[in-house]
């Protein structure tokens, strides 16, 4: 079928390549005297506070002062989740697994098998082209900057991250010595980590990373698991924090979501235009925290402008968003055309 006469399946969608489990919080004393003492869990606890009035008021309000002294002296009553280290531990411990499946190309499901056979020589020209080292070189440098552990990574003393794959194991004592900001970073470590991924992707061998984060952030400090998201608007707690297991006796164990983590793994797009750091690969360029897409279909960088140009007209964009390109079927989701208006 020539290139013309296809049209993107209606049905199309991709699993993902790096399969991400939940964050485990842990912590630990840095200057115990046995070193083989075995972390205990970071544990949720819940607290009955009362806060200010501290949200913006009314004009009507701050230009009166006896209402605004009445304003402010209401009760502003919260119950909350909070996760601290104990007053005997200094060091967070957090640890997960990432486990790198084969990236062939090939969907997950896919209603149209000329448009199949057009997307699957696309990748594998890619592959053949460029491979995926470029796109494990970044992975790999976002598991040791341990840019992960998000806020935790925050005013921490010092980080220390340790991956074990197979029989082997990296030990990375300064993880903050990497940036955040580019991926300029390159070492034999690094190497070492992104030929694990990129033999992973390339379905040479069986990969699991078990990677480990200790983070020194001071005796009794505030650790910041993942917040859930409560759709019950009748819930009377604001803020509840994600237990990450619900085994009797461990209910109250803090982690972070598999998403949020993966998040920051696949953060490796500087690719975007005018790009001033790293965005997670995403199909609009998305960072909802700055309530921003990055790449606006009206300027043609969006991964729908990108992918279908390439795939339906064979014409390939440059080779730094090809990799954006592959990175967002590494990431996996449902790229249909279905939906289209």
Same mark, same amino acid.
């Given at each position: 079928?020539?290139?013309?006469?296809?049209?993107?399946?209606?049905?199309?969608?991709?699993?993902?390549?790096?399969?991400?489990?939940?964050?485990?919080?842990?912590?630990?004393?840095?200057?115990?005297?046995?070193?083989?003492?075995?972390?205990?869990?970071?544990?949720?606890?819940?607290?009955?506070?009362?806060?200010?009035?501290?949200?913006?008021?009314?004009?009507?309000?701050?230009?009166?002062?006896?209402?605004?002294?009445?304003?402010?002296?209401?009760?502003?009553?919260?119950?909350?989740?909070?996760?601290?280290?104990?007053?005997?531990?200094?060091?967070?411990?957090?640890?997960?697994?990432?486990?790198?499946?084969?990236?062939?190309?090939?969907?997950?499901?896919?209603?149209?098998?000329?448009?199949?056979?057009?997307?699957?020589?696309?990748?594998?020209?890619?592959?053949?082209?460029?491979?995926?080292?470029?796109?494990?070189?970044?992975?790999?440098?976002?598991?040791?900057?341990?840019?992960?552990?998000?806020?935790?990574?925050?005013?921490?003393?010092?980080?220390?991250?340790?991956?074990?794959?197979?029989?082997?194991?990296?030990?990375?004592?300064?993880?903050?010595?990497?940036?955040?900001?580019?991926?300029?970073?390159?070492?034999?470590?690094?190497?070492?980590?992104?030929? @694990?991924?990129?033999? /992973?992707?390339?379905? #040479?061998?069986?990969?699991?990373? !078990? =990677?480990?984060?200790?983070? *020194?952030? &001071?005796?009794?400090?505030?650790?910041?698991?993942?917040?859930?998201?409560?759709?019950?608007?009748?819930?009377?707690?604001?803020?509840?924090?994600?237990?990450?297991?619900?085994?009797?006796?461990?209910?109250?164990?803090?982690?972070?979501?598999?998403?949020?983590?993966?998040?920051?793994?696949?953060?490796?797009?500087?690719?975007?235009?005018?790009?001033?750091?790293?965005?997670?690969?995403?199909?609009?360029?998305?960072?909802?925290?700055?309530?921003?897409?990055?790449?606006?279909?009206?300027?043609?960088?969006?991964?729908?402008?990108?992918?279908?140009? @390439?795939?339906?007209? /064979?014409?390939?964009? #440059?080779?730094?968003?090809?990799? !954006? =390109?592959?990175?967002?079927? *590494?990431? &996996?989701?449902?790229?249909?055309?279905?939906?289209?208006?």
């Amino acid at each position: 079928m020539s290139k013309s006469a296809l049209k993107t399946a209606s049905v199309l969608a991709f699993e993902r390549n790096l399969d991400v489990s939940d964050a485990y919080l842990w912590q630990t004393d840095s200057k115990a005297a046995n070193k083989a003492t075995s972390p205990s869990p970071v544990v949720i606890k819940e607290k009955s506070v009362r806060g200010t009035i501290s949200n913006r008021l009314k004009n009507t309000i701050t230009n009166d002062l006896a209402k605004l002294d009445a304003e402010t002296e209401k009760a502003n009553l919260q119950k909350v989740d909070s996760a601290s280290l104990d007053e005997n531990n200094d060091t967070l411990v957090a640890r997960f697994s990432l486990k790198v499946l084969p990236f062939t190309g090939k969907p997950n499901v896919c209603n149209d098998q000329d448009y199949q056979k057009a997307l699957e020589q696309v990748v594998t020209d890619y592959i053949d082209t460029q491979g995926v080292d470029e796109l494990a070189r970044r992975y790999a440098i976002n598991v040791l900057n341990a840019r992960w552990l998000w806020r935790n990574r925050v005013g921490t003393e010092s980080i220390k991250i340790t991956v074990k794959c197979n029989d082997q194991t990296i030990i990375i004592d300064d993880a903050k010595a990497y940036g955040l900001k580019n991926f300029n970073s390159d070492d034999a470590n690094i190497r070492q980590v992104a030929d @694990w991924i990129k033999a /992973g992707l390339n379905g #040479d061998e069986f990969i699991i990373l !078990y =990677v480990e984060a200790q983070a *020194i952030i &001071g005796y009794g400090q505030e650790v910041y698991p993942s917040q859930e998201l409560i759709l019950d608007t009748g819930s009377k707690k604001s803020k509840v924090l994600y237990r990450v297991s619900d085994r009797r006796g461990s209910e109250d164990n803090a982690g972070m979501h598999s998403q949020k983590v993966s998040n920051a793994i696949r953060t490796i797009d500087d690719w975007y235009p005018d790009a001033e750091f790293p965005i997670a690969v995403e199909p609009y360029g998305a960072v909802t925290t700055l309530g921003t897409a990055f790449r606006q279909p009206k300027a043609k960088m969006d991964f729908y402008t990108l992918f279908d140009n @390439w795939v339906l007209n /064979g014409d390939a964009p #440059d080779i730094s968003q090809q990799h !954006y =390109v592959m990175g967002v079927l *590494i990431r &996996g989701g449902v790229f249909g055309a279905s939906g289209k208006e």
